[in-house]
């Protein structure tokens, strides 16, 4: 994620953030959904909070990252 310009507050404060994006998925939230919920808990804007949830499924859970 620093690669994308976002710096975490910590490295465990980045990794729990990244769980929490790989539950909301498996939860069945839609990425809209994820995507608002990382940028509410972080203070990211809609577009560091997307790059943050795509990083952290193509970290996390790769299942869910597609390519268009």
């Known amino acids: 994620i620093k690669a994308d310009g976002i710096t975490p507050p910590s490295s465990a404060r980045a990794i729990s953030?990244?769980?929490a994006v790989c539950s909301a998925l498996d939860?069945?939230?839609s990425s809209k959904q994820?995507?608002?919920g990382v940028a509410?808990?972080?203070g990211l804007?809609?577009?560091g909070a997307n790059t943050f949830a795509v990083d952290a499924a193509n970290a996390?859970?790769?299942q869910y990252?597609?390519?268009t």
């Open 17 to 19: 953030e990244a769980h």
């Open 27 to 29: 939860a069945g939230q």
């Open 34 to 36: 994820v995507i608002a």
């Open 40 to 42: 509410q808990r972080t």
């Open 45 to 47: 804007s809609n577009s």
């Open 60 to 62: 996390y859970c790769p």
């Open 65 to 67: 990252v597609t390519t």
